[in-house]
């Protein structure tokens, strides 16, 4: 027996994404969101209303997408309810610390280690659907092995859980992509 739960955004996982962008004084702000994913090989997508970051991002035309990491749980939503508009300390308060990207007119957050740096292709206001072009990728050492794979063991992404409202970290690997349906074939 299945119920119905009506039309709501639930899926998981859901991101936490942590989107970065310096204002027209070159201050740093960050906002938390959940809705988007990759839209292209060289694209995001994020469906964004209207907030500071929104703002920032239409006069840079760029901005830094991290992934919010367990380590960082408390900083990563209290960028999600709290805005630059209504608390000019909104950066210190969080803890986190910006670094200016070498690709794009935006900010990266040192304590998150894995960033997609992403020039403004579209915004649309109506829909707030934002597309940006990711130019690079950053990602610090610390969670690199010997030869530079990513170990999400040190990134421990953390995903957003729309029907409860709380976050849980990304639990072990179960398979390998690609290959382990191949047994059914
Ligand atoms: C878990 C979570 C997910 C969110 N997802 C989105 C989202 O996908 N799109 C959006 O426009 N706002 C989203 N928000 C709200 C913004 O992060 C929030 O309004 C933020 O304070 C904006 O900051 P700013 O005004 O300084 O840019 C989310 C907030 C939380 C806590």
Redesign the pocket.
Known sequence: MRKNFKAKPILYPQP??IIASYDENGNA????????GIADADKIF????S????E?ILARRAFTVSMGSAEQVVAC?Y???????NEPE?MKKSGFHTTKSEHVDAPLIDELPLALECKLISYDPET?YMFGEIVNISVDERILDENDHILPERLRPII?DGANAS?HVIGEKVGNAFCDGAALK
């Open positions: 936490v994404f702000d960050a906002m938390n969101a959940a809705w988007g994020m469906c964004i209303g907030h500071k970051s929104t920032n939503d960028v999600g309810i709290v805005s630059a508009s909104k707030g957003f976050y």
